[in-house]
Nanobody, 130 residues
Framework: QVQLVESGGGSVQSGGSLRLSCTASDFIYDTSVYCMGWFRQAPGKEREGVAAIDPDGSTAYADSVKGRFTISQDNAKNMLFLAMNSLSPEDTAMYYC??????????????????????RGQGTQVTVSS
């Protein structure tokens, strides 16, 4: 399993921005075989896939965050990012980084199953106030 550690969460006002980071364990961070991404869970709600990136670098986003969130990775530093803009109270949740083996060109499929990925971090809290 990939070991993942998230950071960058916090409290912001509506309309603000945050950038989440996820550091993956070095010895098994292999972007040629792994899909990575983010999912979130708000209190009393089901987990929701937010964004995914596949070995080709293709990305996929939930409709609720398209145009506001951007997923990216820095392979040299074994890091994954989620830039979040125009945040609203509906984005308040615990955000988790996740990874699993997948195929290239698989970002859309990965997004659909990301909450079941084999590796996930402990989460970082994002709170957006109105």
């Amino acid at each position: 399993q990939v070991q993942l550690v998230e950071s960058g969460g916090g409290s912001v006002q509506s309309g603000g921005s945050l950038r989440l980071s996820c550091t993956a364990s070095d010895f098994i961070y292999d972007t040629s075989v792994y899909c990575m991404g983010w999912f979130r869970q708000a209190p009393g709600k089901e987990r929701e896939g937010v964004a995914a990136i596949d070995p080709d670098g293709s990305t996929a986003y939930a409709d609720s965050v398209k145009g506001r969130f951007t997923i990216s990775q820095d392979n040299a530093k074994n890091m994954l990012f989620l830039a979040m803009n125009s945040l609203s109270p509906e984005d308040t949740a615990m955000y988790y980084c996740a990874a699993d083996v997948c195929l290239t060109g698989d970002a859309v499929q990965a997004l659909g199953v990301i909450t079941s990925f084999g590796s996930r971090g402990q989460g970082t809290q994002v709170t957006v106030s109105s």
